[in-house]
């Protein structure tokens, strides 16, 4: 990181920038908001993600005032992450992950806030969405959200619990069931099949069960097994995960501390048992 940051006062802040920086990692930011493929900027946004209700590009969320999030507030911050509100008051659409970033707790929210504030401003514009009509009406948000949305954080768990920790890892930072679990067709979570996978998931592609069901999930992976994926890519049966899940080993799993690669392996072993039964949308 080096021996400054741009704006950071004192050891307390420097202390958030660096907590931050871990929690930014798990959380995965830097691939929905930069666009690797055209060699963007970090955080300048571009990254296209093809969606079936349309294609939605990663905004820019440098700490640029103009076309980043640098005029922002913590409290615009928390609102954006805890209740998908823009600081305009206008909705956000669900393909930003705020489902489950709202169950993320207050002070990890203001370090991630610190990080990206420490990092170097871009004035790259973000880009327009591309979405299917109707879906790129806002105010339908507000009834999408009645329906699918349930905002707060997650209870602090106790030092030294594995598995509360995985559990905020899987269902609050890493947002896992963003693409793990099935999705309706107004875009709404399927919480009966939680984890269970999804034909169609993000960019068309077909995403795995991994809740702990023998036939069609992970109900027979190790907890090594576990760390060989999240550390290396690594399948049991030694083949290499790519595209999507490839970005999230790299820019995620591998950069977490393996007592944390451990928690994930311990919850997800602990959930129940779902058997895939997703067909694709009609």
């Not at 393909?95 to 370090?111: C, G, K, W």
Request: glycine residues 12%.
């Amino acid at each position: 990181m080096g021996a400054a940051w741009p704006g950071v006062s004192s050891a307390a802040d420097a202390d958030a920038v660096k907590r931050g920086a871990y929690l930014f990692n798990a959380a995965g930011c830097v691939s929905c908001h930069t666009d690797f493929k055209n060699g963007g900027p970090p955080l300048a946004g571009g990254r296209a993600l093809k969606t079936p209700f349309g294609t939605f590009y990663g905004p820019n969320i440098t700490p640029d005032v103009e076309h980043g999030i640098g005029g922002w507030s913590d409290a615009d911050f928390v609102r954006a992450l805890r209740q998908g509100v823009a600081p305009d008051g206008s909705s956000y659409f669900p393909v930003f992950p705020y489902t489950s970033f709202t169950r993320i707790r207050e002070q990890d929210l203001l370090d991630i806030k610190a990080y990206i504030f420490s990092l170097p401003p871009s004035p790259t514009p973000s880009r327009p969405h591309e979405i299917e009509f109707p879906f790129g009406w806002r105010f339908l948000m507000g009834a999408w959200k009645w329906l699918n949305f349930e905002p707060g954080p997650m209870a602090a768990a106790a030092d030294g619990d594995e598995l509360a920790r995985g559990a905020y890892l899987v269902e609050a930072l890493a947002h896992c069931g963003e693409c793990h679990t099935p999705r309706d067709m107004l875009g709404g979570s399927d919480r009966e099949q939680a984890l269970a996978g999804a034909t169609e998931g993000p960019e068309g592609e077909s995403v795995p069960n991994i809740t702990p069901d023998p036939e069609t999930g992970i109900g027979d992976w190790s907890v090594q097994d576990f760390l060989w994926l999240l550390k290396a890519g690594i399948l049991p049966d030694g083949d290499v995960v790519g595209s999507l899940m490839g970005e999230v080993v790299e820019h995620s799993t591998s950069k977490l501390t393996e007592a944390d690669q451990r928690a994930i392996a311990v919850y997800l072993r602990s959930r129940p048992a779902v058997r895939h039964k997703v067909g694709k949308r009609p």
